[in-house]
């Protein structure tokens, strides 16, 4: 009996860190997704040009896409970037994941020599 009850518990308690594991899997990516588009966001905001904020956030995300939106001059002097980023699933490599982080920041003045 005990062997019986002791195969159910083990394969419930794989299944749990195999579930576990894709959550993970899916969380590190938006976070490092997150992270690409607060990097462009402060490059392109500080005045670098978008290759320059792109090829920084292909190095916090790499493979990921990344979409630039500046409005110099505008109503509001901001820069919008958008970082999207396919991710596979280890255990289930045929489930494709999307995962998106959008991120916003004033562009900056030049800074008065003191």
Not at 15 to 36: N, R, S
Not at 75 to 101: E, G, I, K, N, T
Request: no cysteine.
């Amino acid at each position: 009996m005990v062997t019986a009850e002791a195969a159910v518990a083990v394969g419930s308690l794989v299944m749990a860190l195999a579930m576990l594991l894709q959550v993970f899997v899916v969380v590190a990516a938006h976070l490092q997704v997150g992270d690409a588009a607060r990097t462009a966001a402060r490059s392109l905001a500080r005045g670098d040009d978008p290759a320059a904020a792109r090829a920084a956030a292909h190095r916090s995300a790499p493979g990921a896409v990344v979409d630039v939106d500046a409005e110099p001059g505008g109503a509001l002097d901001v820069v919008r970037v958008r970082a999207s980023r396919s991710v596979a699933l280890p255990l289930l490599p045929w489930w494709v994941v999307q995962v998106h982080a959008d991120a916003t920041a004033s562009i900056e003045s030049a800074v008065p020599s003191w």
